[in-house]
């Protein structure tokens, strides 16, 4: 059985609040858990200690089982010093869309051509004198 360490959500309609669960990874995102293991209130303040609040040792104990954490239970396991903090990189994530890529190309062309206008006349005028 395949377990992972996710977040449950609850809460109203936009107004989140999220249990951190070990549930088996076939089972749907607010449905069966095995443990709840603690909770995620994300509308509370960053340095609220109520924000994130796990039950580390049960957390533990379901690494040790083998369970996976999620990417944000991860992150979170990070800041409480429980994992090792691992290098992310997402090149592609500063790059412009292909329509703002495009915009480039046509102000760069303009800019060349209006260059070579410029450029133009005036060799014109030292040519004839």
């Known amino acids: 059985m395949s377990m992972k360490i996710r977040l449950a959500r609850g809460g109203s309609k936009k107004r989140p609040f999220y249990r951190i669960v070990a549930a088996d990874s076939r089972m749907p995102r607010d449905g069966r858990y095995i443990e709840k293991l603690g909770t995620y209130a994300p509308l509370l303040p960053k340095d609220s200690e109520d924000r994130v609040k796990m039950n580390m040792e049960?957390?533990?104990?379901?690494?040790?089982?083998?369970?996976?954490?999620?990417?944000?239970?991860?992150?979170?396991?990070?800041?409480?010093?429980?994992?090792?903090?691992?290098?992310?990189?997402?090149?592609?994530?500063?790059?412009?869309?292909?329509?703002?890529?495009?915009?480039?190309?046509?102000?760069?062309?303009?800019?060349?051509?209006?260059a070579e206008a410029a450029a133009a006349p005036a060799e014109e005028a030292a040519a004839e004198e």
Not at 88 to 99: A, D, E, L, V, W
């Open 58 to 114: 049960r957390v533990e104990y379901w690494l040790g089982q083998g369970a996976q954490p999620t990417d944000r239970i991860q992150r979170m396991l990070e800041a409480a010093g429980v994992r090792p903090k691992t290098e992310r990189n997402n090149p592609k994530k500063g790059t412009p869309g292909k329509k703002a890529q495009d915009r480039v190309e046509e102000k760069a062309a303009k800019a060349t051509a209006a």
